[in-house]
């Protein structure tokens, strides 16, 4: 068995949603360490992105500006994927928003903004690329959908974001009936939930890294290396039998996190 070749990326084409910072920034560093030919990523901050852009190397990071909240904003972007490539290896749909406000004041205005990117902009801008995505994919070597979720669509945050834990709940489930559909075309559909990660939607984790690993069963909030990491294993040959699931890479707030009450074998707590 050859784990370069298990875990390799190489010549493949991908676009990241939301690929200039946080998050999404990492996973394009994790496709062009594992070999992606070309990573496209869109963003509606054009300065931000073409600083990404500047970064991580121009021959092989491009950018196209989109507003992703609109569908004209998502055929636009599927044009101009369509203008460049025959075919789409891999799409990680990382784009998404957060609103919190107090139960009696959360706007309609919020609501609508966090489920259309959280959860509509997935479905069809997928929707739009499935042609360039049913190019590349085969049996031997099918093409790679990434919804990203959160953990917090799987268990209650602390804090008033109502649409947000909603709609990440939703896309969990989403991504189990649209993986259900596309394994038909040899497209693999799966999910990542983050937990702390250091971004501009996750300031806890960004501006305060010791008290957000207080909370962490692995003791520290998660780096770019343990994001690029899962994109890379669900992306690559190693991922290709992961149909439908969502991969909770959190350092264990999920799934090994213990109540306080619980802590003391005596009760005490």
Not at 39 to 63: C, F, H, N, P
Not at 156 to 164: G, L
Request: net charge negative; hydrophobic share 45%.
């Amino acid at each position: 068995m050859d784990l370069t070749s298990l875990f390799s990326l190489e010549g493949r084409v991908a676009l990241v949603t939301g690929g200039s910072r946080g998050i999404g920034r990492m996973f394009v560093e994790g496709l062009l360490a594992a070999g992606c030919a070309r990573v496209y990523i869109s963003a509606r901050k054009v300065e931000q992105m073409e600083d990404t852009i500047a970064a991580l190397g121009a021959d092989k990071v491009i950018g196209i500006p989109a507003d992703l909240s609109q569908m004209d904003g998502m055929q636009h972007l599927a044009d101009e994927i369509a203008k460049r490539e025959s075919k789409l290896d891999i799409l990680i749909n990382n784009a998404g928003a957060a609103w919190g406000q107090p139960y009696l004041e959360f706007s309609e205005a919020g609501w609508h903004r966090t489920m259309d990117l959280n959860v509509k902009t997935p479905f069809f801008l997928t929707q739009k690329l499935h042609g360039l995505l049913t190019a590349a994919a085969s049996p031997e070597r099918p093409a790679k959908v990434i919804h990203v979720s959160s953990i917090d669509g799987q268990r209650i945050n602390p804090w008033e974001t109502y649409a947000y834990q909603a709609s990440k709940a939703g896309l969990i489930q989403l991504t189990r009936r649209m993986a259900a559909r596309l394994i038909e075309d040899n497209i693999v559909v799966s999910s990542i939930a983050p937990g702390a990660f250091p971004s501009e939607m996750n300031r806890a984790a960004k501006d305060a890294p010791d008290a957000s690993a207080s909370g962490i069963p692995a003791k520290r909030i998660g780096t770019a290396e343990d994001m690029a990491a899962a994109a890379i294993y669900l992306c690559s040959r190693a991922g290709d039998y992961v149909v439908g699931e969502t991969l909770t890479v959190d350092g264990g707030v999920v799934n090994a996190h213990l109540p306080r009450h619980f802590a003391d074998p005596g009760g005490k707590g």
